[in-house]
């Protein structure tokens, strides 16, 4: 059991729930985050992700807080930095990275660790951040410990949360991975890297590596479409294999931050140093071009059946980017649903995670109830299996899209 003053910087998908699994343990957790909404949800007893419970908040009262004032970091002895790395068209933006170091970096004082688990190419704790830390005057590795230890959340799994995943570790020295690796056994098994950068790639080999496969079951689909094959009944059968294969299916598209947004921070780092991460971007271009071959084979399927895609609607189920979360970033569905606007569709959703689908310039409702949006739809388009779904009613829709391989019937068409 720890003993700890924990200062978490973020408190949203990646740092929540670290946070609460460290207050359990025993240590004193404070959550700084520049959202007060945020803050005041977690103080309020709530939780604003679905990866922690209002439950567990409720129950760690005297262990765990949030606030808006920065300096309340100054009185902890390890800092955690979850601070968002998002993408800027493709071009990765650090700048609330950054920004978060600069705050931790005005607080920071001698005999603190500080640790950062954001999502970045190779060589930015110590290439970037570290830089900005020793502006306090103070050395890492001397008067401060630094490591990197990226963040492995997984919104909507059940099976493995943060006690049954291990943790990747580097440290800036050795006694910097030590102490890291030593705070993170509170909670989970830990495995030590050479050093930071070795922990910054893992995180960017993990995803690529799913970015990169989940590319192939997807332009295989589109092949096996071409001549008439069940991508679905195929991927199965080699499924069978006991060595050399790992089955991954076909969607319409990725969502979340770690498969298309996390790749692109190394395949820009490399084009940086006249590198190429080939495999990297052309998984990239096949994953983004899927959500606009579902929307022409949606509206193909639609004018097949004598109607014009133009006055149809054409009913979304499950909006997020995948099944049994809330989260919709980077969703398939926005582009799905933008692509049938544009073509004159009136699309609507059902989500029971999700009131509704917004986006920049455009909005999709949602309907309340399953049986009234599938009675009210021209089409249906099954995106996600959540397991709150009734498949028997969705199966009985006039027509049936199912980007998932759930639901054989003779009015449904599969992805």
Known sequence: MGSHQVGMVGIGYAGLPLAVELAKAGNDVVGFDIDPSRVE????????????TDAEIRSLRDTLRASTDPDVLAGCSIIVICAPTPVDGDKPDLAPLTSAVETVAGRLHAGQLVIVESTTHPGTTDGLLQPILERSGLLAGVDFNLAYSPERIDP??????????????GGLTPACAERAAAFYRQVTSVHVTRGMREAEAAKILENTYRQVNIALV???????H???IDVWDTVAAAATKPYGFQPFWPGAGVGGHCIPADPLYLIHHAGTLGMAFQVAETAHRINESMPGWV????????????????????LLLGITYKPNTDDVRHTPAVPIAEALLERGAKV??????????SWPGGRIESVPDLADAVREADLSVLLQRHDLFDLDLIARARRLFDATGSIRADHSVLL
Do not use: W
């Not at 997807?218 to 096996?224: K, R, T, W």
């Open 41 to 52: 949800t977690v103080n309020g007893g709530r939780s604003p992700v679905d990866t922690v």
């Open 156 to 169: 909507g799994n059940t099976r493995y949360r943060i006690g049954n995943t291990p943790r990747v570790v």
């Open 218 to 224: 997807n332009e295989f689909s589109q092949l096996c």
């Open 226 to 228: 071409g001549m008439g």
């Open 295 to 314: 929307a022409d084979r949606i509206t193909k399927d639609i004018e097949e059946q004598g109607g014009p895609i133009g006055g149809a609607t054409v």
């Open 348 to 357: 609507i959703c059902h989500d029971p995670y999700v009131d509704g689908l």
